[in-house]
C-alpha cells in the first residue's frame, strides 16, 4: 500500500529548477523512527521542491539566498529547516489532526488518548464558512451521532439530538457550554405553535452564539463524558471554545492584530421545495354554484350588468376543483370587483394564471462582516469582535438583524495567578418571521387552499397601488361584499401583519486559575446567561379574522405582546491536581462545587375583541376590555458537589471515575439528594501490538448514571384562572396533576470505541456502540380525561437507545501541491419506548390537524406516527363502493419520525493557494406526515389531480362523460374493485378520500449541504501592504437536494425544535445559497 | 489551601438549607387554595358552551339534526369527525372542565366551615345543586355515548378507570335528583350571584330538578323493564317543574368576548361562510307555514324566500338560507339548557305513553307555543300554526307529531334535536352523500374519544363490546324503535 502510495504520489510530484547547492538527507518519523515515505520537502515560499522516497531519502537543489526547507506530510506537524549536509528530519505526528488534546467537561483539555469515552471536534473554520442565522445548521453532517433537523424557518430553531431521544416529555435537546456559560437550545414558542395550530418560530438562545467567535467545538456524546455536568448534559453536550488572543496564529508577541471578514450570500428557493400546479382548472371545489352552462361558477347579474346575468368566479372557493380553462371562455374574476384594477367591471379570460405563488419570494440577501482585534504580550491577551448580521428573507418584509460583541481578555496577575473574562452581547432583532403550522400561515394557502387561476403580481401591483388588503379571496363580491373570507392580500399580510422580536442576551464568565503548586490548581469561575426578549404581534385592521393572543379567540384586528426575561448563574470552584505520581503512573483528581440558579419569567398581554384606532399598537387601544395579562414565574436551584479521579500507567492504561451529588428545588425535599457516578477506562493496545501498518489503537470502554430532576412546580397542584365571566371570578382545576413524591429520574449508558489509525495516520476511525437507558421519568402522563385530568406527573417508563456511530478519514492523494482529504461520519441510533405506566401503553406526544399525533408507544421506537390506515384483506386494499375504506381507529402505527441512519461526507482538496470543499449530508429513513399534500391534493391544485384516467378520458369529467377513476384495491369479499367513481374533490385525492397513512412520506434524502471554493493569495506580495494574509472565497449552502421521496417540500422543515417532529404544514420552502467570502488578516 | 476548603465548605453550607432551596420551586403566579363557587361558576360555563358550540372542533350535533349543513368543507356533515378528534374535546370537556371543577367545588364547599344554621342551610343547597348540574352533564354523556367511566371516574388515582353499565348509571342518576329534590331548602339561599343561570335561586333550581327527573324517565320509556321507575318519577316530579317559560334554565351570555355566546364567535367573529340552513329543516317548516322561519333564518334570499342546502351536500353561501343575523349577531344571545317547552314535550309523549293521565294535546300545544313565543313570535301565531291539520297534534301518530315539533322547537340546541329524533324516529332525515367509514346511514351514537383507545385500552374494549361495537351506528339501550 504504502508503495502504491508513494508512486502515485512520485507521478503527481514535482519537477524542480535549476540547481545551485544540492541537499541530501532523510526523514523519520518520531514515532518509531522509521523513514517516512512521500513526504514534502519544498524551499520555503517557492513551489520549488520533491517528496522522499521509498527509504525516505530525498535530494534537493536549494538557491544561495533561500536555504529554508519544508518538510510535510500528512498527520504530522511540518518543519522548518535550514538546508545542511547529510540532513536527517524527525517529523512528529500532528496533534491538530486526530485532536490529541480535546477540550472536556467542565473546560478541562485532556489528552485524547486518555479518554475512555467518545468525543468528537469540530474546528471553529470550518463551521464559518457558508453563513447561517443559526450555528447549529452548519453542523449538520459533521459529527456521528448527532442529529440535526433545521426547520427552514427564518431565524428559527433547529432541532439537535444527540444519541436519540431519552426523555419521554422532558428536553431532548443537546446543551450548548460557551465557555462554561451552559446555554439551552429550547425555544420559547407556545404549545400552540409547537402542535402546529399557529404562531412563529422565535428561535432559541443558541442562535447568538456566533460562529465567527469559535476557535473549537468539542462534542460530547454519551453520559460519562458528560456526568461532570450533571442532569442538564444527559444529552450530550456542545462544548464551544471562543477565540481568545492567545489563539491568533499570525500575532507575535506583543502583536496587535486586526482581521476583518465579509460575507455576501443570495438565497433563492430551492424549486423542488415547493409546489407545482396543475393549469387545466380553476377556482372552486365542485359543479355547484350556478344551473348553468358552467356550474362550476356563479351565474346571475352583478352591480354594472343591468340585470343581465354574467359568470363570476366564487371567490370564496380556496381550491382548484372549478371549471376547467377556456380562454374563450370571459368571467368576472376577483379583480373586477377592485375599482383600482385595470380590470375592474370587465370580463377577462378563463385561463391559469400567468405568476404563480413561485414569484412571490425574494431573493434573500444575507450580510456578515466581522471585525476582530486580538493582541497579547507576555501576561495578557485579549480579543475583541464585532460582527454584523442582517439577513433578508425570501418573504417579503422579512429581516433578521444580529449585532454581536464578544470580549476575551486575560492577564496573569502573578507567576502563578490568571484572571480572565470573556463577554458576549448579542443583539437580535427580527421582523416577519414565517408563520408556521396550519393556520395563520401564507405557506398554508400556497400548499393546500389555492387558486390556481390568481395571479400573484397582479396582488402585488393592487396592493402597491392601494395599499388595502385586496383580496382575491372575497367574502361575496357580487353582494357588494369584498372583505376577505380566509386569505388576505399576501402583500398586504407581510406589510400589515408581521411580528416583530427582539433578544438582548449577555452571556460570559469571569475567573480566576490559581496555580497554586506545579501539581495542583484551583479555578474558580462565575458564568452569566441572561437575556430579555420581546415578542410582538399584530393583526391589522381590515384582516381575515384569526385566532389571536389571550384565550385565541378570532379578533379582526390586534395587537399583543410577550415579554420573558431569563438569567442564569452558575458558580463554579474546581480544585485540579495532576502529578505523576512514578515514572508510569499519572494521576489526575479533580473536586469542585456548583451552584446554579435560574430564574424566567414573563408577561403576555394582548387587546380583545380588536384595536380601536387602526395601526396603534398599544394594549389601552382595545375594542373589549383587555384581559389580565398571563404572567409566569419561575426558579431553579441546584446545588452540587463533584469529584473525579483519573489514573494513568505507562502511557497505555487509563482508568477514569466520577462521582456527583446533585441537590435539586424541584424534587421534595426528602428525594431532593442524588448521587451518580460514572467509571471509564481505555487501553492503548499499540503500545503492546503495533504491527508496521497500524500507527494506532486504543480500545475503550464506560459506564455512567446521570440523574435528573423535575420540571419547575411538578410537585403541588394549583388552580388556573380563566378570563372572569363579567364580575363573577372563574377558577379552574389546573389539566394537569402534580405529585409530591416525585424522586430523581436516571440515564444508565455504557459505551464501547475502538479507535484507529493506519499509515502515519494517513487512514484511520473511530466507532462507538452504546446502550442508554432511561429510567424513572418523570413526566406528565398523559391519561383518560375520565380521571378528571389530562396528565398526571408520574415517575415512570423507560426509554432505550441503542447505536452505533462511526468516524473515518482518510487522505486518497498527497502530492507536494494537492491533497485531498476525505471525512465520513456515520450513526445510527435504534430507539425504544421500554415501559410508560401501569396499563398505559402509549403516550401522545402531540395531536395534530389531521387527526395524526405523535406517539411513545411501549415497544415502539419514540416518535411514532400514528392515525387512520387502510383497511387490508389479504395485503390489498379494500374498498367499499369504489371508495377506500379507512381503520375506525386512529391508533395505527403509520410513520416513525426517527431516521435509520445519518451520515455525512466531507471532501477537501487543497491545490497550491487553493482550497475546495464539499459536504454531503444523507439521511436514510424516518417518515413525515404532510397535512400540505392531505389537503392539497384534495384541493386539486397539484398536477396529480388532473390527466386521464384508464379509458384516456379527463379524469375530472363526471362519470356520465367518462370520467371518474377506479382505485386499486379489492371489495370486501376480496374481488378486485371495478367501481369508477366521480374524481371530484372529494374523492380524487386528499384527506377525504385516503387515509392519514396515505400522506406519510418516506423523509430520507441526500443533499449537498455545503461547498466551498476559496484562494489564499500569497503572502510575500501583500505583506509589504500590511496583509498578513487574505483569502477569497465563493461558498453555497443547501445547493442540492439530490435525492428525497416527499414530493413538494424539504423532509427537513417543520415547526421547529421540540419533541414533536414528523408534521408539517404550511413549511417553508428550502433556500439556496450562494456566497462570496472575504478575510483579510492585518 | 486553607482558602479552599473555606470555599467548599460554603458550598457545602448552602447546599444544607434545604428548605430556602426547595422554596424556589413555589408558583407565585397561581393559587393553591381558591372560593369553591368559582368552580362551579366556571362548570356552568363550560357546560354551556359546550353545548351551544357549533365549532366543528367541538361539537357537530347541529348538523347531525339537520337543522345546518355546511357550504364546501362537508366532512362533519356527513358525520367524518375523526380527523378533528371531535369525540375527544367533547369528553374532556364534560369531565375535566365540567364534572372534575363540580366535583372540587363540592369539596371545596363541604370544607368550608359553617357556623350558623343558615349558613349551613347554604351549604347544603349548594351541594344539591352542584349534584343536579353534576347529573345533568352526565345525562348528556350517557345518553350520547352509552356505556362510560362513572363510578371509578373523577379519581386521579385510578387512571383506568372502568366503564360502568348505561342503564345502571341513568338509574342511579334518578336517585340522586331525587334525592337532591329532597335537600333543597328554597327557604334559604345558594350561590347568589356565583350561580350564572338562576342567580342561586333555589326554588328555581328545584324547578329545573323535577324538569329533569321527567328528561331522565321519558329517555327510557322505551325499557319496558323501567316502566315502573318511568311511571313513578315522572308522575312525582310533575308538580314540582316549571310551570312557564319564565322559569327555563338559559344561560345569559356578556357582549364581550370571551363571555360571548361561541355562535357569535364562530359565525361571526370568525368571518367564515361554513353553514347555511340545511333542505331538511327548510322544506319541513315551508311545508309546516312554520311562523318561527323568519325568527330561525335569515331573508338573505328575498323577502320570506327560504332555501336550504341539501344536506351533506356542497353548498354555495350565498345561494341558501343563512341563521338569522338577530341570532348570529347578538353576541349575548341566550343558551337554554331546560325549558318549559322541552318538559311539556315531554308531559305530552308521556301522556301520549299513558304514564300521565293528562291530555296529551295540551302539553303538546302548551309546548309548541311556548317555543314560539320565546323566539319571538306571538301566542297568536302559535295558535293560528297549531290550528292547521298537519301540527295539530295527532294522538294516532304521536311519535311524528311530538317528534317533528320537538325537533323544531330545539333548534341550534343540536344534541337534543338529535337525541329527541333518535328517541322518536321522526321526523324523516336526509341521508347524507358519503357518510364516514362504519356509519351506515345515520350516527345513532357518538363513538368512544380515540384517547380512551390508547389511554384506558382494556376498558374501552369492554365497554365497546358490552354495548355492541363502537360504531356510530351502534343503537343505544334506550333507542329501541
New interface residues.
Given amino acids: 500500500m504504502r508503495k502504491v502510495l508513494t508512486l502515485l504520489c512520485l507521478l503527481l510530484g514535482i519537477s524542480w529548477a535549476s540547481a545551485q547547492t544540492n541537499v541530501t538527507g532523510v526523514v523519520v518519523s518520531a514515532d518509531d523512527g522509521q523513514p517516512v515515505i512521500g513526504a514534502s520537502v519544498v524551499v520555503k515560499g517557492t513551489t520549488h521542491g520533491t517528496i522522499t522516497d521509498v527509504n525516505g531519502k530525498f535530494s534537493i537543489n536549494v538557491p544561495a539566498n533561500n536555504k529554508t526547507l519544508v518538510f510535510s506530510f500528512v498527520g504530522m506537524l511540518p518543519q522548518e529547516r535550514v538546508a545542511a549536509e547529510d540532513m536527517r528530519v524527525t517529523l512528529k505526528s500532528n496533534a491538530q489532526q486526530i485532536n490529541e488534546v480535546v477540550v472536556t467537561a467542565l473546560g478541562i483539555s485532556r489528552d485524547e488518548k486518555s479518554l475512555g469515552y467518545a468525543t468528537q471536534e469540530v474546528n471553529g473554520g470550518t463551521l464559518n464558512v457558508a453563513k447561517s442565522d443559526n450555528l447549529i445548521n452548519t453542523l449538520s453532517g459533521r459529527v456521528s451521532g448527532v442529529d440535526i433537523k433545521s426547520s427552514g424557518n427564518l431565524g428559527g430553531s433547529t432541532n439537535i439530538i444527540i444519541r436519540g431521544n431519552k426523555s419521554l416529555t422532558g428536553n431532548n435537546q443537546a446543551l450548548f457550554i460557551v465557555d462554561g456559560v451552559p446555554i439551552t437550545n429550547a425555544n420559547s414558542n407556545s404549545t400552540y405553535q409547537t402542535t402546529g395550530g399557529q404562531g412563529y418560530d422565535y428561535g432559541s438562545a443558541v442562535s447568538d452564539i456566533d460562529p465567527n467567535d469559535i476557535q473549537s467545538i468539542s462534542v460530547l456524546k454519551g453520559a460519562a463524558a458528560t456526568a461532570l455536568y450533571g442532569s442538564r448534559a444527559a444529552n450530550g453536550v456542545i462544548l464551544i471554545t471562543t477565540k481568545s488572543g492567545r489563539d491568533d496564529e499570525h500575532l507575535g508577541k506583543n502583536g496587535l492584530g486586526v482581521s476583518f471578514s465579509s460575507n455576501v450570500t443570495l438565497g433563492t428557493i430551492d424549486k423542488s421545495t415547493f409546489p407545482s400546479y396543475q393549469t387545466q382548472y380553476g377556482a372552486g371545489y365542485g359543479q355547484w354554484y350556478s344551473n348553468s352552462q358552467y356550474p362550476g361558477l356563479y351565474y346571475g347579474p352583478l352591480a354594472w350588468t343591468k340585470g343581465q346575468s354574467v359568470y363570476y368566479v366564487p371567490t370564496t372557493e380556496d381550491a382548484s376543483y372549478g371549471t376547467k380553462f377556456d380562454s374563450n371562455l370571459k368571467v368576472y374574476q376577483w379583480d373586477a370587483f377592485v375599482p383600482e384594477s385595470p380590470n375592474y367591471e370587465k370580463a377577462t379570460p378563463w385561463v391559469a394564471a400567468k405568476n404563480g405563488p413561485i414569484t412571490f419570494f425574494n431573493t434573500a440577501v444575507t450580510t456578515s462582516n466581522t471585525l476582530s482585534l486580538s493582541g497579547n504580550s507576555d501576561v495578557s491577551s485579549f480579543r475583541f469582535s464585532y460582527t454584523n448580521f442582517i439577513q433578508n428573507g425570501i418573504l417579503p418584509n422579512s429581516r433578521l438583524t444580529k449585532n454581536t460583541f464578544d470580549l476575551n481578555v486575560s492577564r496573569k496577575l502573578a507567576k502563578n495567578f490568571t484572571v480572565s473574562s470573556q463577554v458576549n452581547f448579542t443583539h437580535q432583532n427580527t421582523v416577519g418571521r414565517n408563520g408556521t403550522g396550519y393556520n395563520g400561515n401564507i405557506m398554508t394557502s400556497f400548499r393546500q387552499w389555492w387558486e390556481v387561476n390568481v395571479d400573484v403580481k397582479e396582488l402585488k401591483s393592487l396592493y402597491d397601488l392601494t395599499g388595502r388588503n385586496v383580496t382575491w379571496n372575497m367574502s361575496d363580491p357580487a353582494d357588494g361584499n369584498t372583505t376577505p373570507i380566509y386569505w388576505n392580500n399576501y402583500y398586504w399580510e407581510r406589510y400589515n401583519n408581521y411580528e416583530d422580536d427582539s433578544r438582548s442576551h449577555i452571556f460570559g464568565n469571569a475567573q480566576f486559575k490559581w496555580d497554586v503548586t506545579n501539581y495542583l490548581s484551583v479555578t474558580g469561575r462565575v458564568a452569566l446567561d441572561t437575556y430579555s426578549q420581546l415578542q410582538e404581534e399584530h393583526i391589522a385592521y381590515g384582516s381575515v379574522p384569526a385566532a389571536f393572543g389571550i384565550g385565541l379567540l378570532d379578533v379582526p384586528s390586534g395587537y399583543s405582546r410577550d415579554n420573558i426575561n431569563f438569567m442564569e448563574t452558575n458558580y463554579d470552584l474546581l480544585v485540579n491536581f495532576n502529578k505523576n505520581l512514578t515514572d508510569k503512573l499519572n494521576l489526575t483528581a479533580l473536586a469542585g462545587g456548583n451552584i446554579r440558579r435560574n430564574g424566567q419569567n414573563s408577561i403576555y398581554a394582548s387587546t380583545n375583541g380588536g384595536l380601536v384606532v387602526p395601526g396603534l399598537n398599544a394594549i389601552a387601544n382595545s375594542v373589549s376590555q383587555p384581559l389580565a395579562p398571563v404572567e409566569a414565574q419561575s426558579a431553579i436551584g441546584v446545588n452540587a458537589l463533584f469529584g473525579s479521579v483519573s489514573l494513568g500507567y505507562d502511557n497505555t492504561y487509563y482508568l477514569d471515575a466520577t462521582l456527583r451529588r446533585d441537590q435539586s428545588s424541584t424534587l421534595p425535599i426528602v428525594n431532593d439528594t442524588y448521587f451518580y457516578p460514572s467509571i471509564s477506562g481505555s487501553y492503548i493496545f499499540t503500545n503492546l501490538w503495533k504491527p508496521e501498518w497500524v500507527t494506532f489503537g486504543k480500545v475503550r470502554l464506560n459506564y455512567a448514571e446521570v440523574g435528573n430532576d423535575a420540571p419547575f412546580a411538578s410537585l403541588s397542584n394549583t388552580y388556573s384562572q380563566p378570563s372572569p365571566f363579567g364580575s363573577i371570578s372563574l377558577y379552574s382545576v389546573n389539566s394537569t396533576d402534580n405529585n409530591p413524591k416525585l424522586k430523581p429520574e436516571e440515564t444508565k449508558s455504557s459505551e464501547a470505541g475502538l479507535e484507529m489509525a493506519f499509515l502515519n495516520k494517513r487512514v484511520g476511525f473511530d466507532a462507538d456502540v452504546y446502550l442508554t437507558n432511561t429510567i424513572d421519568q418523570i413526566m406528565p402522563v398523559a391519561v383518560s380525561a375520565a380521571t378528571g385530568y389530562s396528565y398526571k406527573y408520574v415517575n415512570s417508563g423507560e426509554v432505550q437507545n441503542k447505536g452505533i456511530e462511526l468516524h473515518a478519514y482518510g487522505t486518497p492523494v498527497q502530492t507536494k501541491d494537492f491533497s485531498w482529504n476525505v471525512n465520513v461520519n456515520w450513526s445510527t441510533n435504534v430507539n425504544k419506548v421500554v415501559s410508560l405506566y401501569e396499563g398505559v401503553n402509549n403516550l401522545q406526544l402531540g395531536s395534530f390537524q389531521g387527526g395524526v399525533t405523535v406517539d411513545a408507544t411501549v415497544g415502539q421506537p419514540y416518535g411514532l406516527i400514528e392515525g387512520t390506515d387502510y383497511v387490508y384483506k389479504n395485503g390489498q386494499k379494500v374498498l367499499s363502493d369504489g371508495i377506500y375504506e379507512t381503520t375506525s381507529t386512529t391508533n395505527n402505527v403509520i410513520g416513525n419520525s426517527n431516521p435509520k441512519w445519518h451520515a455525512g461526507i466531507t471532501n477537501s482538496f487543497t491545490y497550491k493557494n487553493w482550497t475546495a470543499s464539499f459536504l454531503i449530508d444523507i439521511q436514510k429513513g424516518g417518515s413525515v406526515f404532510s397535512l400540505d399534500q392531505s389537503y392539497g391534493q384534495a384541493d386539486g391544485i397539484y398536477p396529480g389531480s388532473v390527466g386521464n384516467n384508464d379509458l384516456g378520458n379527463p379524469k375530472r369529467n363526471t362519470l356520465a362523460n367518462g370520467g371518474g377513476v377506479i382505485f386499486p384495491g379489492v371489495n370486501s369479499d376480496g374481488t378486485p374493485n371495478t367501481t369508477r367513481v366521480e374524481a371530484d374533490w372529494t374523492y380524487v385525492g386528499g384527506y377525504l378520500a385516503y387515509p392519514n397513512s396515505a400522506f406519510v412520506y418516506d423523509a430520507s434524502y441526500v443533499k449537498l449541504r455545503e461547498a466551498e471554493i476559496s484562494y489564499n493569495f500569497q503572502d510575500n506580495l501583500l505583506k509589504n501592504i500590511g496583509i498578513q494574509s487574505l483569502s477569497l472565497g465563493l461558498v453555497g449552502s443547501n445547493l442540492w437536494i439530490i435525492f428525497k421521496n416527499l414530493p413538494y417540500a424539504d423532509p427537513e422543515a417543520g415547526l421547529g425544535s421540540g419533541n414533536m417532529q414528523g408534521w408539517q404544514s404550511g413549511v417553508m420552502p428550502t433556500t439556496r445559497n450562494f456566497g462570496f467570502n472575504l478575510k483579510v488578516q492585518f | 489551601?486553607k482558602k479552599?476548603l473555606f470555599?467548599?465548605l460554603a458550598?457545602?453550607a448552602?447546599?444544607c438549607s434545604?428548605?430556602t432551596?426547595?422554596?424556589?420551586?413555589?408558583?407565585?403566579?397561581?393559587?393553591?387554595?381558591?372560593?369553591g363557587n368559582?368552580?362551579f361558576?366556571?362548570a356552568e360555563?363550560n357546560l354551556s358552551d359546550q353545548d351551544v358550540s357549533l365549532n366543528v372542533n367541538h361539537n357537530d350535533f347541529d348538523l347531525w339534526s339537520q337543522y345546518l349543513t355546511e357550504t364546501?368543507y362537508?366532512?362533519e356533515s356527513n358525520y367524518?369527525i375523526?380527523?378533528?378528534?371531535v369525540p375527544?374535546y367533547a369528553?374532556?370537556t364534560y369531565?375535566?372542565?365540567v364534572?372534575?371543577?363540580l366535583?372540587?367545588s363540592d369539596s371545596l364547599i363541604k370544607s368550608e366551615t359553617t357556623e350558623s344554621a343558615s349558613d349551613i342551610a347554604v351549604q347544603k343547597n349548594r351541594r344539591a345543586i352542584i349534584d343536579i348540574f353534576s347529573c345533568y352533564a352526565w345525562d348528556q354523556m350517557e345518553t350520547a355515548w352509552g356505556n362510560?367511566?362513572y363510578k371509578q371516574?373523577?379519581?386521579?388515582n385510578?387512571?383506568?378507570?372502568a366503564y360502568d353499565d348505561a342503564l345502571t348509571i341513568h338509574k342511579d342518576l334518578i336517585a340522586r335528583v331525587t334525592a337532591d329534590v329532597a335537600a333543597l331548602d328554597p327557604s334559604n339561599g345558594s350561590f347568589s350571584?356565583?350561580d350564572?343561570i338562576y342567580s342561586g335561586d333555589v326554588s328555581k333550581w328545584a324547578e329545573f330538578a323535577n324538569g329533569l327527573l321527567v328528561k331522565l324517565a321519558i329517555e327510557i320509556a322505551d325499557v319496558s323493564a323501567e316502566s315502573t321507575l318511568v311511571n313513578t318519577t315522572i308522575n312525582n316530579a310533575i308538580a314540582g317543574t316549571f310551570s312557564s317559560a319564565s322559569d327555563d334554565a338559559i344561560f345569559d351570555y356578556?357582549d364581550?368576548?370571551?363571555?360571548t355566546n361561541p355562535l357569535y364567535?364562530d359565525l361571526v367573529?370568525?368571518?367564515?361562510?361554513d353553514y347555511v340552513a340545511a333542505n331538511t329543516i327548510i322544506n319541513a317548516m315551508t311545508s309546516l307555514n312554520d311562523p318561527r322561519l323568519p325568527l330561525y333564518f335569515d331573508q338573505n334570499l328575498g323577502a320570506n324566500t327560504y332555501l336550504g342546502g341539501t344536506y351533506g351536500?356542497?353548498?354555495?353561501?350565498?345561494?341558501y338560507s343563512h341563521i338569522n343575523t338577530a341570532i348570529s349577531n347578538t353576541p349575548s344571545f341566550p343558551h337554554p339548557l331546560l325549558t318549559y317547552s322541552e318538559i311539556q314535550f315531554y308531559l305530552a309523549e308521556a301522556a301520549a305513553r299513558g304514564i300521565v293521565s293528562d291530555a296529551a294535546a295540551t302539553h303538546y300545544n302548551n309546548a309548541v307555543t311556548a317555543s314560539i313565543v320565546s323566539w319571538g313570535g306571538s301566542a297568536g301565531d302559535a295558535a293560528t300554526y297549531l290550528a292547521q291539520p298537519s301540527v295539530a297534534y295527532n294522538a294516532a301518530n304521536w311519535k311524528t307529531s311530538i317528534g317533528t315539533q320537538a325537533w323544531i322547537s330545539f333548534y341550534l340546541r343540536g344534541y337534543l334535536g338529535w337525541t329527541e329524533w333518535r328517541r322518536l324516529d321522526a321526523p324523516a332525515m336526509n341521508e347524507p352523500p358519503?357518510p364516514a367509514?362504519?356509519v351506515v346511514t345515520f350516527p345513532f351514537r357518538y363513538?368512544y374519544?380515540?384517547?380512551?383507545?390508547?389511554?384506558?385500552?382494556?376498558n374501552y374494549t369492554a365497554a365497546a363490546k358490552a354495548i355492541g361495537g363502537?360504531?356510530m351506528s351502534t343503537k343505544l339501550y334506550w333507542d329501541l324503535h
Avoid at chain 2, 153 to 156: D, G, T
Avoid at chain 2, 269 to 273: A, D, E, T
Avoid at chain 2, 313 to 319: M, R, T, V
Fill in positions: 489551601m479552599i470555599i467548599l458550598i457545602s448552602v447546599s434545604k428548605q432551596l426547595a422554596d424556589l420551586n413555589k408558583d407565585v403566579k397561581n393559587p393553591t387554595n381558591v372560593p368559582t368552580l361558576s366556571n360555563k364546501t362537508t366532512d367524518n375523526f380527523t378533528r378528534s375527544d369528553w374532556t369531565y375535566r372542565d364534572l372534575e371543577n366535583g372540587r362510560i367511566p371516574a373523577l379519581n386521579i385510578n387512571v383506568l378507570p350571584s356565583a350564572l356578556l364581550a368576548t370571551p363571555n364567535v367573529l370568525s368571518g367564515r361562510s351536500q356542497g353548498s354555495a353561501f350565498p345561494n358519503s367509514s362504519g363513538p374519544p380515540s384517547g380512551e383507545q390508547t389511554l384506558n385500552g382494556a363502537d360504531l
